[in-house]
């Protein structure tokens, strides 16, 4: 770093005339190097949550405290190992996280990785409904902000954005609910699908457990509209909220890139400002942006956990706050240690797409 | 003012600049930077505009593409071929660039687009205005257009992205796409500056020849006289917004017909000039030729204990004891992961003697930096020995260099950034009386202060303003002042100028030789400006690619030079004379095909 | 090599063969005008205010003037506020349960016959409490943290920076839960509430500061004015102390209002899955929705969109300041005022 700083343009010292070689294999390095991190990551934070989730105590005397006596509790503890030290429990944990143990639930007795591949599909699906609300919404309308920057409809857009992240994507949820359930009703308000529904899903061989897939399969076309009116509300809750952080980011980003020399090259070319901003300016943006994205997706899940417990929709996240009250630690903390997973994976991911669009990294 | 030099016909000309002005709202109020300006320009003419940093000249040129901010107020007419660029309408001015007239920047490194093909960027141009042109046709045009400046192997690099061409080549793509839809004006806003001299040389070669193949005409705004008398036919001097005079090249360097235009040349540094009242000046009346040879001599390890010795003044410096010893010096800079390392100096060897001033001049990546970095003790040298004031500087420990710190001083290239923008002037002055002095009281520590801003003739009334509130040149001085509060026995100058004005360059360099003389102290004077290094050091070191290829007097070095690198430099750094320089560039491109 | 004229399109200092020294006249430079300043203009928010022209400035005015409201509802509640937060009724009766709003109760009444608009007031009072801790203990933790990493650099600093990067790419949300979990057992008591809320809050800020304060270290560590310190032989303490602290939370009040606007968000979403704070301890805008999430089916709104338009708007409030700031400490994002039209002569 410091050779980069007192030797600027160390490369410059060529003559004019020679050209470097492309190398080949930047990118794979980096992406070996991208996924070598996650490992720690992950670590930390399930090593993380262990800890914090039992700093009060065993989630036995959580869950149950108050309705079995003493003696029934230490020997339902004693039965679960939790009266062990805490680094052998530990220890026991990572390892059963390792072979894709997740612990079980103590409130339903179901094992947490089981819940996990029931619900999860029905939180990937809402979190992808909301990116394509936050991508058409968000993209076309942050090109636009800087197109007009600093005029009336940048404000007006910008005003829009601040909203969009400043409603709770709860609020936003239950403003909804009340217009399009109450008001004006329209559009089912709770749940995936309709009881119809619901038990023509149970009934498919062999499920995702995406509706949409499943209902494609089947070829029911009455059960994929049902599926996708139920989509329609949590998705644009969740989506909108997104869809302002995305439209300042691409905003923000656009004005940085279009303040580069290299625009004011194009224009000095006679290109147009639409394609400018369209082309020239949005690509370079576009790798920050992307890098940014990753962490939204990530924030996602968490608004997730939100939409679906006002929606009804039988996700982890509804799954969640239904442990969160029944005091199931060992499933409240499976399910975050799996989001955890979940989120580093998508980093990962993101960076690896961002750099393959900089050919600064590709070559 | 400019009527009288504007006789050339109005009607053939390409570009007609009639009083032009532009004002701009800034933080601290309104600047008029371009005040009743009148220019023109006809086919097939180098028209120089050269200013000092201020002088608005940029904003002019820029205001021919129409590409001014928003928030610039202007007035008066700028005519491209026929056309107002400052009344025509956005679509027809959209029209006009790129055809009629174009622009090369600066920075090749950030004109082009780093995601983007340059293939693609040269074709964006032509697509802007052939809207139906096929992809064949474009690439054809596209591989002619490279090929017109000089890139090898066009057809091939034209899925090349910028990245993967180096500063010279960018910038000859950059010129590429200024050319590629037959603009007959091109506006070049100091196209060399970011370059090194020898890079520069062929970029000026280029710009010629393209203007003696295709006729076009360019407006070349610069800064540097060297450049002037090189490229330029004709040549606008601009200050603070004033056209102060308009004059053929050749008149302009041998009878300026203005006071500041005169004042301008007579500070550029020149080869084989020297600062008046600097001990090179004395010397060369005095002809001695000792200098070189016994320079390698009184090396040795005799220097290992000279931690106390001071400077005696009574002795030739040649016979004064070397104060840094390098021996075979190595620094690698440590690759990261999976990087490898970088050998920024490999095996140099050379000394400083007490009360010497050394040159060491290097383009970039030359390590010319890093060397005087590690002497301070701010970057590691990792193998060969390095001894600064007794001290070995490989493998150094800072508890037991920091003693020795006290008796090295340095001043940093960027003024704008070498002080605490927090601190006023005075107390960044104080600082190294209140890290080694300690006990010193403030009464004391505040008339050393006043002190030395007087002996770098700021007023004293500076000590209590903050940095910002300096011109750049001032802030030098300052530094200087810092630098030299301890009286140190070195002091290490990293390019100390070169963000700085002609004009104040010569100011402060003059500043330098006279402190110099009065403290009598060593230092390493590191500059990418061979004219500026020979102008004050006792001895030059020429530095390439991290190993020093020749060193000497400035009289051996540049005078007789025998490394074919050296000669190579030297000839490429224009002069500001054009006969002169016309003879060099011959020389020059001579010296280029036989380095292949 | 850095270039005496670049494209700089305003010229900043002039310099001449007489070098003349900005401020002394000709021509108009902002330094004097600087020089004078005082303290009060120099402060965060009163110097972005007078900087800024047009819409920004509406922007940041509308944005301080709800920030404002909120402030005042915090400090004032028990003059503003018709009833306590955990009022159920008069001397006259109990209110009455889902009361819609007009009479005494302007906004009606919730489910558990509280006044709505009582509740909201006395929530900005939570609110503000939890953002005025969580901020500040994650300020202090994590600036330290960040100096004293980014300078030393080492072992200590890649440990850090590898905790803080996990916990970065974890959602706050969740974060926020698990900590709620460790520091009360998931159970909400009395005003320890808001202490665990801020304090969950806190730890996750913590690594935002920790991230921005070393950055900004690592960059200042290679400036020219820090390496002359290090040259002249100053102690690590003092270039710290002295010379990096003050020019590395130079960007701290931005992000301070951005966190303050995630951290009221956090403190709703907490208090929306069940984690806020009981009613008969204080007042929290999230736990009222949470409670009146079944109300809006039954077409009661009043109960959801009065505490629901609050947090918009107190987040709206402190985003506009935060992103006018912004905007402002940009040069490239800051719009100026069109000179005035000059004659040339």
């Avoid at chain 1, 007192?6 to 794979?28: D, F, Q, R």
């Avoid at chain 1, 969640?320 to 409240?332: G, I, M, Q, S």
């Avoid at chain 2, 004002?23 to 086919?43: E, Q, R, Y």
């Avoid at chain 2, 505009?49 to 021919?64: C, F, H, N």
Wanted: glycine share 10%; aromatic share 8%.
């Amino acid at each position: 770093m410091t050779a980069a700083i007192s030797e600027p343009g160390a490369e410059a010292a060529e003559t004019s005339v020679a050209v470097k070689k492309p190398s080949g294999g930047g990118l794979g390095r980096y992406v070996l190097i991208r996924f070598l991190l996650i490992i720690p990551t992950i670590f930390i934070l399930t090593t993380l949550v262990f800890f914090l989730m039992r700093i009060t105590g065993d989630p036995i005397s959580a869950s149950m405290g108050g309705r079995l006596t003493t003696d029934q509790l230490a020997e339902r503890i004693h039965a679960a190992g939790y009266d062990r030290p805490i680094l052998v429990q530990y220890l026991e944990y990572m390892g059963n996280l390792l072979k894709g143990d997740f612990g079980t639930a103590i409130s339903d007795g179901q094992p947490v990785s089981s819940i996990l591949l029931n619900y999860g599909t029905a939180t990937v699906e809402l979190v992808f409904y909301a990116l394509i609300v936050a991508f058409i919404i968000g993209i076309p309308l942050g090109m636009l902000a800087a197109y007009h920057r600093d005029k009336a409809p940048d404000a007006a857009l910008r005003i829009l954005a601040i909203l969009g992240y400043a409603t709770p994507v709860f609020f936003a949820g239950m403003i909804l609910k009340l217009v399009f359930g109450v008001f004006l009703p329209i559009l089912p308000v709770a749940g995936r699908g309709t009881t119809e529904t619901e038990y023509i899903m149970s009934g498919v061989v062999g499920p995702t457990r995406f509706y949409i897939i499943d209902a494609i399969r089947i070829g029911n076309v009455e059960v994929l509209g049902d599926v996708l009116a139920h989509a329609v509300l949590p998705a644009i809750a969740l989506g909108v909220l997104t869809a302002g952080v995305f439209l300042r980011l691409v905003r923000t980003n656009l004005i940085g890139t279009l303040g580069q020399q290299y625009i004011d090259s194009g224009r000095s070319r006679g290109i147009s400002e639409f394609r400018l901003v369209t082309k020239h300016a949005y690509r370079p943006a576009l790798i920050p942006i992307i890098t940014v994205m990753g962490m939204q997706i990530a924030l996602m899940l968490a608004g997730a956990v939100l939409t679906e417990t006002t929606f009804e929709w039988k996700g982890l996240g509804f799954k969640l706050a239904e442990y969160l009250t029944a005091r199931d630690f060992v499933a409240v903390q499976g399910i975050v240690v799996f989001l955890a997973i979940i989120v580093a994976l998508t980093n990962f991911l993101v960076d690896v797409i961002a750099a393959f669009i900089d050919p600064r990294v590709r070559y | 003012m400019s009527e009288n030099v504007n006789e050339t016909n109005t009607a053939k000309s390409i570009l007609d600049v009639e009083s032009l002005n532009v004002t701009f709202s800034t933080d601290g109020g309104d600047v008029h930077a371009v005040k009743d300006v009148s220019l023109s320009v006809t086919p097939g003419e180098v028209l120089a505009i050269v200013g000092e940093s201020g002088s608005g000249k940029t904003v002019t040129a820029r205001s021919i593409l129409g590409l001014l901010p928003e928030t610039a107020q202007r007035s008066g007419a700028v005519i491209v071929s026929g056309e107002d660029v400052l009344s025509v309408s956005g679509e027809q001015l959209r029209k006009m660039r790129g055809t009629d007239v174009s622009m090369v920047f600066q920075e090749p490194s950030t004109a082009l687009n780093p995601v983007y093909t340059v293939g693609w960027q040269i074709a964006e141009g032509l697509r802007a205005h052939h809207r139906r042109a096929s992809k064949a046709e474009l690439k054809a045009k596209v591989i002619t257009a490279m090929e017109q400046v000089g890139i090898p192997d066009a057809q091939n690099r034209f899925d090349y992205y910028p990245h993967q061409f180096s500063g010279g080549q960018k910038q000859r793509i950059v010129i590429a796409m200024a050319l590629a839809l037959g603009a007959e004006l091109i506006v070049a806003d100091e196209p060399t500056t970011a370059l090194d001299v020898t890079v520069q040389a062929e970029i000026l070669d280029l710009l010629r020849d393209l203007r003696d193949e295709t006729g076009t005409a360019i407006v070349l705004i610069t800064h540097n006289m060297g450049v002037v008398a090189d490229l330029a036919d004709r040549v606008a001097v601009m200050y603070r917004g004033d056209l102060v005079e308009v004059s053929s090249v050749k008149q302009l360097f041998s009878d300026p017909k203005e006071q500041y235009t005169r004042d301008l040349l007579g500070a550029v540094p020149r080869l084989g000039s020297t600062v008046v009242g600097s001990r090179k000046a004395a010397a060369a009346s005095a002809k001695q030729d000792r200098a070189g040879e016994s320079a390698r001599e009184s090396a040795g390890d005799s220097a290992g204990d000279s931690a106390g010795a001071d400077a005696d003044p009574g002795k030739p410096r040649d016979e004064r004891e070397s104060i840094v010893v390098a021996r075979n010096l190595d620094i690698v800079y440590p690759g990261g992961f999976g990087r490898s390392d970088f050998q920024a100096v490999s095996s140099v060897s050379f000394d400083i003697k007490a009360g010497e001033v050394y040159g060491l001049v290097g383009e970039s990546g030359s390590g010319k930096t890093t060397i005087g970095r590690a002497i301070a003790g701010l970057t590691r040298a990792s193998g060969g020995s390095l001894k600064v004031l007794g001290h070995e500087m490989v493998g150094f420990k800072e508890r037991a260099f920091s003693p020795i710190r006290r008796r090295i001083g340095f001043v940093f290239q960027d003024p704008a950034a070498s002080f605490n923008p927090h601190l006023t002037i005075g107390e960044c002055v104080a600082e190294p009386f209140a890290i080694h002095q300690r006990d010193m009281s403030p009464r004391d520590r505040e008339k050393r202060v006043l002190e030395l801003l007087d002996s770098v003739r700021l007023p004293k009334a500076y000590g209590a303003r903050y940095p910002h509130e300096l011109s750049g040149g001032q802030r030098q001085r300052a530094s200087l002042a810092r630098g030299l509060a301890l009286d140190p026995e070195l002091l290490v100058a990293d390019e100390p100028t070169s963000a700085l004005d002609v004009s104040v360059q010569a100011k402060v360099l003059e500043l330098f030789v006279e402190l110099q003389n009065r403290f009598d102290f060593a230092a390493l004077f590191i500059s990418h400006d061979l004219a500026v290094v020979d102008m004050l050091s006792d001895r030059i070191g020429v530095l390439f690619h991290g190993e020093l290829l020749e060193e000497g007097t400035g009289e051996q070095v540049l005078g007789s030079p025998s490394n074919d690198y050296t000669k190579r430099l030297i000839a490429s750094l224009p002069v500001p004379d054009p006969d002169e320089q016309a003879k060099r560039r011959g020389l020059a491109r001579g010296l280029r095909t036989t380095a292949g | 090599m850095s270039t005496p004229d670049n494209t700089s399109q305003a010229p900043g200092s002039n310099e001449s063969l007489a070098e003349v020294a900005p401020g002394s006249g000709v021509p108009a430079i902002a330094y004097d005008d600087k020089a004078k300043k005082s303290w009060f203009n120099r402060l965060p928010i009163v110097s972005h205010l007078r900087q800024s022209v047009g819409l920004q400035r509406g922007m940041l005015i509308t944005g301080l003037i709800l920030c404002g409201i909120v402030l005042i509802c915090a400090v004032f509640a028990p003059l503003i506020a018709p009833y306590g937060f955990n009022q159920l009724g008069t001397a006259e009766g109990n209110f009455g349960s889902k009361l819609p709003p007009g009479g005494t109760h302007i906004w009606g009444t919730t489910v558990g016959g509280y006044d709505v608009f009582s509740r909201v007031v006395w929530g900005a009072q939570t609110a503000v409490a939890v953002i005025i801790v969580a901020v500040i203990m994650s300020l202090f933790a994590g600036v330290i943290l960040g100096l004293v990493s980014g300078y030393l650099g080492g072992w200590l600093d890649r440990i850090l920076v590898v905790i803080a990067d996990a916990v970065y790419a974890f959602p706050t949300l969740l974060l926020a839960l698990v900590m709620s979990i460790a520091i009360s057992g998931g159970q909400s008591s009395a005003w320890g509430g808001i202490a665990a809320a801020a304090f969950s809050i806190t730890v996750v800020f913590i690594p935002q500061y920790f991230r921005v304060v070393r950055a900004e270290t690592l960059r200042l560590k290679a400036e020219p004015f820090v390496e002359s310190a290090i040259v002249l032989g100053a102690s690590k303490t003092r270039i710290i102390s002295k010379h990096i602290f003050r020019n590395a939370t130079r960007t701290l009040p931005l992000i301070f209002t951005l966190n303050s606007s995630e951290a009221i968000l956090t403190l709703a979403g907490l208090g929306f899955l069940g984690f806020g704070i009981e009613p008969t301890s204080a007042s929290e805008w999230g736990y009222d929705l949470n409670k009146a999430l079944p109300d809006v089916t039954s077409g009661v709104w009043w109960t959801s969109v009065y505490p629901g338009l609050t947090i918009v708007l107190t987040v709206l409030g402190i985003t506009l300041v935060g992103e006018s700031m912004n905007d402002l400490n940009d040069p490239r994002l800051r719009v100026r005022r069109k000179a005035k039209t000059k004659d040339a002569k």
